[in-house]
């Protein structure tokens, strides 16, 4: 409430100093002299809170190098009708992310009745629509293949292949969510545009001019036309005519179906991997998408309702990269502490025989766009705020043989203690470990905090008493 006060205060003080000054202007010197001091003062002491602020910040991404809110995100294209934007390298942030770092995210969103321009990336792509619905045309192997896809749609876009794609509804944004991994320099992907001019600039502008004539066998007045004509950006308004041109083929154009059909997959059309009153999950494997396969990636959707969570738990292969499609809530997850200084430090000061304390506690506010990555190993827990849904997208690195283990409610993991291995490991008797294990007859989706505070005040035992604790 202090620095809430101070940081209101600044900007006040600064106007009364300067309206002083207007006023003292002429008269007596020693009153100027005050003024001017106590802006010099005011100004100072701006300054240093700004300074703390950003000292604030920088503190928050080093000790939680997890998270990342939307000044994370790098503007590679914005105009009125869309916006592209793409995600820091997360080894930029963190060497404990260096793991991932030949994978990147992105967000592509088209406003309505628009048309986002034909590219490829160096980069194999794998999409899910978050919202809207459009039409997606993909060129290869001298086929054009389209398709419609909406809300829930999952498709692969292999590196190198041309992409466009309309957004035909009329009051609706298209929104996309975009897994990358880069095939040539780590970590680092470029978008090329061939059918376009100088705005999107297109690819075709910085071969020569001798080349582009003899490739094209047309002269160079023509191809400068051609080549620098386009200026709108990357993303255009149309007509409903050209919408109506753009979306009436679905499937195959240009020639017979190939074994490389890429149909979209829609992940909200299965039925859910687990649902009840506190929440959804769908989830694509590769067996499920067969596109994924190759790639070691899988693709899940968690809908967590107001004032609920998702159980503790951990994947013991899969990195996720967890995406809030909509709403509002937090994560929490365990990691271990890492800073060999801070143990050494901690070590001398516990008397022998006491152990250290080896873990310590992310806690971040997630909103629309917020990312968080969850290492394997690291147990966590998504929470719903009080008033919103929570959704949440997941893309899973190194998927293929991940088992995700649930550590509460009634698929807990520790369950499958053996009756002494329960009483050895938390010290108090099975019967007191498996009542506490069985109070919580939901699974995967949990009521929150919230919902259950003063239930949890009438219960024996209670968790405290069984692992020393009292909080995740």
């Known amino acids: 409430m202090a620095t809430g006060t101070v940081q209101v205060g600044f900007p006040l003080l600064l106007l009364l100093s300067s309206l002083l000054a207007a006023s003292s202007s002429g008269s007596d010197p020693e009153k100027t002299r005050c003024v001017m001091e106590c802006r010099g003062t005011s100004q100072r002491e701006a300054g240093r809170e700004q300074e703390r602020e950003e000292e604030a910040e920088g503190e928050t991404r080093e000790h939680n190098p997890y998270y990342f809110g939307e000044r994370s995100y790098e503007h590679w294209s914005r105009s009125e009708h869309g916006r592209f934007k793409v995600l820091e390298r997360f080894s930029r942030r963190s060497e404990l992310l260096i793991g991932i770092e030949n994978y990147r995210l992105a967000i592509m969103e088209a406003e309505p009745e628009t048309f986002i321009m034909p590219s490829h990336w160096d980069a194999e792509e794998v999409f899910y629509v978050m919202e809207g619905r459009g039409t997606i045309t993909l060129l290869h192997e001298e086929n054009r293949e389209s398709h419609e896809i909406k809300r829930g749609d999952i498709m692969r876009i292999p590196a190198g292949e041309i992409v466009y794609a309309v957004n035909k509804a009329k009051n609706e944004r298209l929104r996309i969510a975009m897994l990358l991994h880069p095939i040539s320099t780590p970590g680092h992907f470029e978008e090329f545009f061939g059918a376009a001019g100088s705005n ?223 009483q050895l490991s938390f010290g108090v008797p099975a019967e007191e470990v498996q009542e506490v294990f069985d109070a919580q007859p939901e699974s995967v989706f949990l009521p929150g905090p919230g919902r259950r505070r003063g239930e949890a005040k009438r219960r024996q035992p209670s968790v405290e008493s069984l692992f020393g604790f009292g909080g995740f």
């Open 200 to 422: 999107p600039e297109s690819f075709y502008n910085s071969f020569s001019n001798g080349v582009l004539e003899a490739a094209f066998n047309t002269p160079r007045d023509r191809l400068e036309r051609l080549f620098e004509r386009q200026r709108k950006g990357e993303i255009i308004k149309i007509t409903e005519e050209q919408i109506r041109a753009l979306s009436q083929t679905t499937g195959f154009g240009g020639g017979r179906p190939s074994a490389r059909s890429n149909e979209p997959y829609n992940l909200l059309q299965k039925k859910p991997s687990h649902a009840n009153e506190y929440g959804e999950l769908y989830e694509a494997r590769s067996s499920d998408y067969h596109r994924l396969q190759d790639l070691d990636v899988d693709v899940s959707i968690a809908n967590i309702s107001e004032r609920s969570m998702m159980a503790p738990s951990y994947n013991s292969r899969a990195t996720k990269l967890a995406m809030v499609v909509e709403g509002r809530g937090h994560f929490e997850m365990v990691c271990p502490r890492r800073s060999g200084d801070a143990r050494r430090s901690e070590d001398a000061t516990k008397p022998e025989g006491q152990q250290r304390v080896r873990y310590r506690t992310v806690r971040s506010d997630v909103s629309r766009g917020s990312v968080f990555v969850i290492p394997p190993g690291h147990p966590v827990t998504a929470v719903a705020a009080a008033n919103e849904n929570l959704q949440v997208l997941c893309f899973g690195i190194r998927a293929g043989r991940n088992r995700k283990c649930y550590l509460a409610g009634k698929n807990n993991a520790m369950n499958l203690l053996d009756r002494e291995a329960k």
